[in-house]
Every structure is written in C-alpha cells, then in structure tokens.
C-alpha cells in the first residue's frame, strides 16, 4: 500500500504563486509516476501535469510555460511550482502515485486527499 498526502494549497491573487508538495510513503516501487490533477467547482477532473523517476515530464496545455513539476526521488516527494496563476486555476489539486506492480504486472493508482487552491482578488 501507498499513501499520498499534499501539502501547499491556499488563497493567491491573480499573477501569484503558490507551490504545492506531495510525499508518498509505504511499499513504494521503482517504477512509477507522480503528478497532479485538478478538480474545479462542478467540473471533470483533469490532469495537470506528471512526472517519471527519469524526470521526463508532461503538462496540459493551459498550464505549459506558468507550472513546473518536479520531482525528489530520494523522499518520493513531486512539487507543483504554479506561477501566473488565473482564476481559472481555482481547483482542488490532487496528487498522484502510479505505481508498477511487478508480481501482478498492472498499474495501481494512490491519491491524496486534495488540497484547495483558490486564486482570487
């Protein structure tokens, strides 16, 4: 088992920035995928941004050129650096753990509880 848990969230003006962290902890494998998602008000959740153990790295478009994602693969921890922000950032983000499982060669997905991230004057 994994647990993911965020850290990070909170209330930014327009043009600001926040950065937001997610550590995973627990039977952790060599193979896997960090990153994050968003979920705004009445919305679908959509993906933000991941990241690999090789830090080759995937953005949506509305985020690419104003979010970074990174990643420290010594405390299994990723960071969503977020700049520019817009109101139409406003979102809870949730972090994601895909994990490989070799002794059943399929993908396992771990979130976290979410984080709230309201840009807003």
């Known amino acids: 088992q994994v647990q993911v848990v965020e850290s990070g969230g909170g209330l930014v003006q327009p043009g600001g920035s926040l950065r937001l962290s997610c550590a995973a902890s627990?039977?952790?494998?060599?193979?896997?995928?960090m990153g994050w998602s968003r979920q705004g008000a009445g919305k679908q959740r959509e993906l933000v941004a991941t990241?690999?153990?090789?830090?080759?790295?995937f953005y949506e478009d509305s985020v690419k050129g104003r979010f970074t994602i990174s990643r420290d693969n010594a405390k299994n921890t990723v960071y969503l650096q977020m700049n520019s922000l817009k109101h139409e950032d406003t979102a809870v983000y949730y972090c994601?753990?895909?994990?490989?499982?070799?002794?059943?060669?399929?993908?396992?997905?771990?979130w976290g509880q979410g984080t709230q991230v309201t840009v807003s004057s």
């Open positions: 994601n753990f895909r994990s490989w499982e070799m002794s059943s060669r399929t993908w396992s997905d771990y």
């Open positions: 627990g039977t952790i494998s060599s193979i896997n995928i």
């Open positions: 990241i690999t153990r090789d830090s080759t790295t």
